[in-house]
């Protein structure tokens, strides 16, 4: 079994172990994969969203199945292009992808089929929607239609702010054609959970729970990050709560899309937050998370390749998804600065006990040597009976992973732990 995995981050190389794990799996190569990983695989260096270098990358190899790891390549249509090539993927084609790929499909569809969500309006135009914000509870949550790197929400404490928000998305173009149709939404309080699913269109089956930690500093201060690091399971994610987010949320999401004729194959990420009210969805995501993915497939225990066939084939239903009754945590080393400016093509230097549960990210090799090349730079996962084992072990092996200017997390997990009390 030939595959091409598309991608070239911390959740890419988590995957790519995982794949590695089932025997039948021969050659791997990356589009574009990253300088770390090329004792794993074959890193080419096509670009994910090069969607034409993609395609004749597939003519060219005996590719037999393909995994669409990021957003973009999935919101732009690379699925569709590689089923045209007769390669089967694992992951959602472009009209199901715009569930994460327009906040206002989703908003709406939610809306249509009656599953919680904060309640929200839909602006095109910038009088329309300074107007709004005149009366607008405050704060009040702006987020920008299209992808932005996980940067085009913002959490607005005043109205000022608000109008700041709106007028850089919609007249100053932030966030280029990303912002020119923005949502204003109601601000929703509760613990935050990440839920990755498997589905076939059909059926849906939620991995083991997690939790983000987005902004950079400890205490959640700072900026918004793509994920300082994760926990997985998330004590806030009980039976109680699962149970109503299967029937509330992940059930009526899938026969909702394969209602609108656009059945979603892949992995669904369900952005939750536990209010008062219940369970309501934050955001949805087309892909797997990053970070999440970096606790979350080290704890499953099923194939995780069978899986993802019987995804793209429609056997969901009869294919076993088990998970590890462990705990994991990942911590993520970043470049000082991240996510704002930072420097990068330090030496990048791990011991032997840390590369081998550390993902990479941003790195890549010039001149012979292994190089940081990215805000985030490594994950370094730890997998223990419990959640403070986890804690206390994933930071130790991330002591072995070291650069100049790496700047990580001190509580990754502590929020939790505080829950479990
Ligand atoms: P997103 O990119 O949609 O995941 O949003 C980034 C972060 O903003 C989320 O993880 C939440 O912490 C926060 N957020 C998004 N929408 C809301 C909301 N309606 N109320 C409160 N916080 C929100
Ligand atoms: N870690 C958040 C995301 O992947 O969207």
Redesign the pocket.
Known sequence: MNIMLIGGGGREHAILRSLKKNPTVETVWMLPGNGAMESEAICTGIGATDLDGIAQFAKEHPVDYAVVAPDDPLVLGCVDRLNELGIPCFGPKANAAIIEGSKAFSKDLMKKYGIPT?KYEIFTELPKALEYLKTAPIPT?V?ADGLAL?KG?I?AQTREEAVEAVTDMMANAKFGKSGTTVVI????EGP?VSVLSFTDGKTVKPMVSSMDH?RAKDNDQGL?TGGMGTIAPNPYYTDAVAERCMQEIFLPTIAAMAAEGRPFQGCLYF?L?ITKDGPKV??YNCRFGDPETQVVLPLLESDLLTVMQSCTNGTLADTEVKFADKHACCVITASEGYPEAYKKGYPLVMTEEAAACTYVAGAKVADGVLVTNGGRVTGTTAIAASLPEAIKEAYRLADGVQFENAYRRSDIGQRALQALK
């Open positions: 904060a949550v987020k996980g929400v959490i939404e109601e601000f929703l935050e987005k918004n952005g937050m934050i955001e």
